[in-house]
């Protein structure tokens, strides 16, 4: 059970920075791994960042970078150079892994309910 805040969403100009923020709560411990998405209005939901529990980092927007602050259990994406593509609903997504009382493994994905970005001049 993890809750997942994402905020830093707003309008920019193209060519211009934006950083957004996933604050999650509850079971910290089962987390895994971090992720952004994003959803344009009607296209796929595309992966665009994931970090790891252990640190390890990928970033299929070369503009975009991920990172972590683990003392505030939050994980930020940095977005620069935005173009009008970047529009759309970014998501904050948690893997996680966890037991239950009978001691079967359970894994699964908690999702923020998604901050708007939009680049328009």
């Known amino acids: 059970q993890v809750q997942l805040v994402e905020s830093g969403g707003g309008l920019v100009q193209p060519g211009g920075s934006l950083r957004l923020s996933c604050v999650a709560s509850?079971?910290?411990?089962?987390?895994?791994?971090v992720e952004w998405y994003r959803r344009a209005p009607g296209k796929e939901r595309e992966l665009v960042a994931r970090?790891?529990?252990?640190g390890s980092t990928d970033s299929v927007v070369g503009r975009f970078t991920i990172s972590r602050d683990a003392a505030k259990n939050t994980v930020a994406l940095q977005m620069n150079d935005l173009k009008f593509e970047d529009t759309a609903v970014y998501y904050c997504?948690?893997?996680?892994?966890?037991?239950?009382?009978?001691?079967?493994?359970?894994?699964?994905?908690?999702w923020g309910r998604g901050t708007q970005v939009t680049v328009s001049s």
């Open positions: 970090i790891t529990r252990g």
């Open positions: 509850g079971n910290i411990p089962s987390i895994n791994a």
């Open positions: 997504a948690a893997d996680l892994m966890y037991y239950t009382p009978t001691g079967e493994p359970v894994a699964e994905r908690s």
